[in-house]
């Protein structure tokens, strides 16, 4: 089996891959974040491939942030996932992330040295089901021309998860106080199908007034105007305030596959 980096303007090929992860739509959605604006701009894509043209595997490098991430596709073949992290431990930094809505730590402790990790809750809203609406007058659709304050808001934060180009979904949102924003929110990414709401932050002096709330389901209103589903990725461990709230007045549903399986995880290649 050969792996080597895909051409953008390999379109068949890239096709391919698509369809091999809409197999599990859901449990690939970050997978398939990165074959779509803003992301497909800022990742690689590396196909695994028999007698050198039968597509079999792929995986991706998302290169946005500032380490690199690396997700593979859920359900696959052993040896396709052996051939890929031989690979993998050969060409990379020394200090990356792997997000996965189905590796265990132990999956992969032969090939690299587990650093730190932390899991998730998915959280899915339909479409087809009712939201409530909570309006404020300091919450504001943001623009292109917010986005150098709204960027400086993340960097005074230290925001890892954020990236300029992420303003381009056009679902962004703040809250604005004396010409301050104390709150921002939108979307981590985009497919076709559903939309990631994510980089939610409130600054401390202005917490438990609602306005993670208002920024949530704003959000969540306007993708649901475009989108047939929103989700939520949502620490499992240190937010248990945060999901009874979300569950309360959004009625998110937790994905059991989500709940089982480990999503982010960051390592550092073992010593040779």
């Excluded at 894509?45 to 490098?61: K, Q, T």
């Excluded at 104390?182 to 306005?211: D, M, S, Y």
């Excluded at 208002?214 to 499992?236: C, G, H, S, Y």
Aim: charge should be neutral; aromatic fraction near 12%.
């Amino acid at each position: 089996m050969e792996i080597r980096l895909i051409n953008k303007d390999e379109v068949t090929i890239i096709e391919q891959c698509q369809r091999l992860a809409q197999q599990n739509y859901l449990d690939n959605m970050v997978l398939l974040r990165d074959f779509y604006p803003p992301c497909i701009h800022l990742t690689k894509i590396y196909g695994l491939f028999e007698s050198r043209v039968n597509l079999v595997s792929f995986f991706v490098i998302f290169e946005g942030f500032k380490d690199s991430s690396i997700v593979l596709p859920v359900k696959q073949k052993q040896s396709y996932f052996t051939s890929i992290m031989d690979f993998l431990i050969e060409g990379l930094p020394d200090s990356f992330i792997f997000l996965s809505l189905e590796l265990k730590k132990e999956n992969i402790e032969d090939y690299f040295h587990v650093k730190d990790f932390h899991s998730d809750f998915c959280m899915t809203l339909s479409s087809t089901q009712e939201l409530p609406i909570i309006t404020s007058p300091y919450l504001k659709v943001a623009s292109a021309q917010d986005l150098d304050r709204i960027d400086s808001f993340y960097k005074s934060i230290g925001s890892s998860p954020w990236h300029p180009s992420q303003m381009d979904s056009g679902y962004y949102h703040y809250i604005e106080i004396n010409d301050q924003i104390v709150a921002c929110g939108g979307t981590h990414f985009e497919t076709p199908q559903l939309a990631q709401l994510g980089n939610i932050f409130v600054l401390e002096k202005f917490r438990r007034q609602g306005f993670g709330l208002i920024l949530t389901i704003a959000i969540t209103r306007k993708v649901l105007d475009e989108k047939k589903t929103a989700t939520l990725f949502v620490n499992q461990y240190n937010n248990l305030h945060k999901i009874y709230t979300i569950n309360l007045v959004l009625k998110f549903t937790n994905l059991q596959i989500s709940l089982s399986a480990t999503r982010d995880k960051l390592w550092t290649k073992k010593n040779k």
